[in-house]
């Protein structure tokens, strides 16, 4: 991984698997070295490759491109894949280990897992502490139906409320919750272990995942702040592509979401 340059912040973007959905991951390593970003981090889905170590290797190795995080497969729509949840964020920390990637991106258990959810805070210390691997538990949103909020995480869907070693924060579920992130941030700064670089328009009800700086979240500002405060993490593009007409318009979005990235993660801008 790219270290800082003169004691200035270290500037790293990773592009996201799920910005390119449904492709082949080689396909991701293709774009971001086409592009210029620093990484690829991996959501493990039920398409088969993003489960294969061996295969993001080669993927890696044939584009430059290294690893730089594992997203578990903690989704609502992944919860097949790799059986019981500890056994997906056991998966996904060796698969870290394997790849030399930096960190594990883990969802807060749902509703209907109260036993797991019970446990969970606890137990992501213990396997972080077991294993070695930063896993940073991403913050989520209440779910709305008819006018009503639905707690469907537990133990809830804000990482502030609990004592995480490391929490991931995304732009997108910050804006569903009604969360300003430049304040999350400035309070979780030296637990903050990774950022989904993303926007989207604040209290709406679908998890948008826009382009950065095309939303009503201050994610410049936020950027601004954690530079200016010496953060060294990976910032990974999680942008929803699929209004793409072609692939041209696709990289345009990418190429976009990393130069919002490079031109605002820079010390001395102010937040």
Same mark, same amino acid.
């Given at each position: 991984?790219?270290?800082?340059?003169?004691? %200035?912040?270290?500037?790293?973007?990773?592009?996201?698997?799920?910005?390119?959905?449904?492709?082949?991951?080689?396909?991701? /390593?293709?774009?971001?070295?086409?592009? #210029?970003?620093?990484?690829?981090?991996?959501?493990?889905?039920?398409?088969?490759?993003?489960?294969?170590?061996?295969?993001?290797?080669? !993927?890696?190795?044939?584009?430059?491109?290294?690893?730089?995080? =594992?997203?578990?497969?903690?989704?609502?729509?992944?919860?097949?894949?790799?059986?019981?949840?500890?056994?997906?964020?056991?998966?996904?920390?060796?698969?870290?280990?394997?790849? #030399?990637?930096?960190?594990? *991106?883990? @969802?807060?258990?749902?509703?209907?897992?109260?036993?797991?959810?019970?446990?969970?805070?606890?137990?992501?210390?213990?396997?972080?502490?077991?294993? #070695?691997?930063?896993?940073?538990?991403?913050?989520?949103?209440?779910?709305?139906?008819?006018?009503?909020?639905?707690?469907?995480?537990?133990?809830?869907?804000?990482?502030?409320? /609990?004592?995480?070693?490391? *929490?991931?924060? &995304?732009?997108?579920?910050?804006?569903?919750?009604? *969360?300003?992130?430049?304040? %999350? =941030?400035?309070?979780?700064?030296?637990?903050?272990?990774?950022?989904?670089?993303?926007?989207?328009?604040? #209290?709406?009800?679908? &998890?948008?995942?826009?382009?950065?700086? @095309?939303?009503?979240?201050?994610?410049?500002?936020?950027?601004?702040?954690?530079?200016? @405060?010496?953060?060294?993490?990976?910032?990974?593009?999680?942008?929803?592509?699929?209004?793409?007409? &072609?692939? &041209?318009?696709? !990289?345009?979005?990418?190429?976009?979401?990393?130069?919002?990235?490079?031109? @605002?993660?820079?010390?001395?801008?102010?937040?």
């Amino acid at each position: 991984m790219p270290e800082s340059d003169g004691g %200035a912040p270290r500037q790293h973007v990773a592009l996201s698997t799920s910005c390119l959905f449904l492709a082949d991951p080689p396909e991701t /390593f293709r774009v971001a070295s086409e592009l #210029g970003y620093d990484s690829v981090e991996v959501l493990v889905t039920h398409q088969r490759m993003t489960q294969l170590t061996h295969e993001l290797l080669d !993927a890696s190795q044939q584009y430059q491109v290294p690893i730089s995080a =594992i997203h578990a497969p903690t989704l609502f729509f992944t919860q097949q894949v790799w059986g019981r949840p500890w056994t997906k964020i056991q998966m996904a920390a060796k698969m870290v280990e394997q790849t #030399g990637a930096e960190v594990v *991106v883990a @969802h807060p258990p749902f509703a209907w897992q109260p036993k797991y959810g019970k446990s969970f805070v606890e137990g992501v210390r213990a396997l972080s502490e077991m294993t #070695g691997v930063k896993i940073a538990v991403e913050n989520m949103y209440p779910w709305r139906l008819a006018g009503k909020e639905l707690q469907m995480y537990r133990p809830h869907w804000d990482p502030r409320k /609990f004592d995480y070693d490391w *929490v991931t924060w &995304d732009f997108s579920h910050a804006s569903i919750a009604q *969360v300003n992130s430049l304040e %999350a =941030i400035r309070e979780l700064r030296p637990r903050l272990g990774h950022i989904h670089l993303t926007d989207g328009n604040d #209290g709406g009800t679908s &998890d948008e995942h826009l382009l950065p700086g @095309h939303g009503q979240q201050p994610v410049a500002e936020s950027l601004n702040f954690l530079a200016d @405060h010496g953060w060294d993490g990976v910032i990974g593009v999680e942008v929803n592509t699929r209004s793409a007409k &072609d692939e &041209d318009e696709r !990289a345009s979005m990418l190429a976009e979401s990393l130069a919002f990235a490079r031109g @605002h993660f820079r010390p001395g801008l102010g937040a």
